[in-house]
């Protein structure tokens, strides 16, 4: 009788090992096929098409409008943050692992789901082309002790961009830089300008010029324009923690890009308990030369008029 108990007693050990292996099997599996998707995915959203870049940890890659290019796929966007006595990690930005050599650390990727025309999209993502009326993405992660929320969205041909950093613990920074975009090298003009209207204007460097570089403290927009093909666009900085500086840098590298930073933290501590929204919102339109900068301003009222969104 003791014996058969044993038995059995065994036989129930040996079902919820099987059980629990499978378990754990089916969650590795979740998780594998959470981020089995495609290294690249292109996107086609009204007149507007951009890329998603796995390599580049998941983040916008180049932007068209109506099949003229107003940003580069050859640079990063997204996120990144300068931390002191560490170096840069974010989008694209990785770095060595001492004493580990082909190791890298870099941002950490938790989750991230696809809508287009608001349904979700499977996890698997099998689709590497998609288009429709609207778009939306959602990314969780985490960079040392800083964690972010990030969406990018698209609808009515406008781009939103948003990101919420959040940490419990003093993160010492030289820099970070919420959001950029590589303005194609085709665009030509430029204005800044702030809420009371135009602060700067002028022209991008020619081909074959050193690269410059340029900060604009006040500004809160900023238009470019392409001449040759008579188009442009303007990044609005819609939101931004109120407790800290937002500064636009811009890297002028002729036949490069024409990048823009929003920079903010420059030699600060994120203090522990912060959480704080950076927001910018991206319009298109296309103009005659002489007529430009006015357009620019138009679409820079109609972001403005545009609802709150974000995470």
Excluded at 126 to 134: C, R, V
Excluded at 137 to 162: F, K, W
Excluded at 208 to 228: F, I, N
């Amino acid at each position: 009788m003791i014996s058969r108990a044993i038995d059995r007693l065994g036989l129930l050990l040996i079902v919820l090992q099987f059980f629990l292996m499978s378990c754990s099997a089916d969650e590795q599996q979740a998780r594998d096929t959470e981020f089995a998707r495609p290294d690249l995915v292109n996107c086609a959203i009204g007149n507007v098409t951009f890329q998603i870049d796995g390599p580049k940890l998941w983040t916008l890659s180049g932007i068209e409008y109506k099949t003229h290019s107003i940003a580069t796929r050859d640079s990063a966007y997204g996120a990144v943050l300068n931390i002191e006595g560490v170096g840069l990690l974010g989008t694209a930005h990785f770095l060595d692992v001492p004493g580990q050599p082909g190791k890298v650390e870099k941002e950490n990727i938790s989750q991230l789901q696809f809508f287009v025309d608001g349904s979700r999209l499977t996890p698997d993502l099998p689709q590497a082309t998609l288009s429709g009326k609207s778009f939306r993405l959602t990314r969780s992660s985490v960079i040392r002790a800083v964690h972010l929320e990030s969406e990018v969205s698209v609808e009515n041909d406008v781009l939103i961009e948003t990101v919420r950093m959040r940490t419990q613990e003093d993160v010492r920074l030289k820099l970070s830089y919420p959001l950029m975009y590589a303005w194609s090298p085709g665009m030509t003009d430029y204005l800044f300008g702030d809420d009371t209207g135009v602060l700067k204007r002028g022209s991008f460097l020619p081909e074959g010029a050193k690269p410059g570089e340029g900060l604009e403290r006040t500004a809160r927009w900023m238009a470019v324009y392409d001449s040759a093909n008579r188009c442009g666009a303007v990044c609005l900085l819609r939101q931004y923690p109120e407790s800290e500086d937002v500064w636009f840098q811009y890297t002028d590298a002729p036949g490069v890009y024409r990048k823009l930073r929003l920079m903010s933290f420059s030699e600060k501590t994120m203090p522990a308990g912060f959480a704080g929204t950076y927001q910018s919102a991206i319009g298109f339109f296309e103009a005659e030369p002489n007529a430009w900068k006015d357009a620019a301003i138009d679409r820079l009222e109609g972001l403005r008029d545009l609802a709150d969104t974000g995470p």
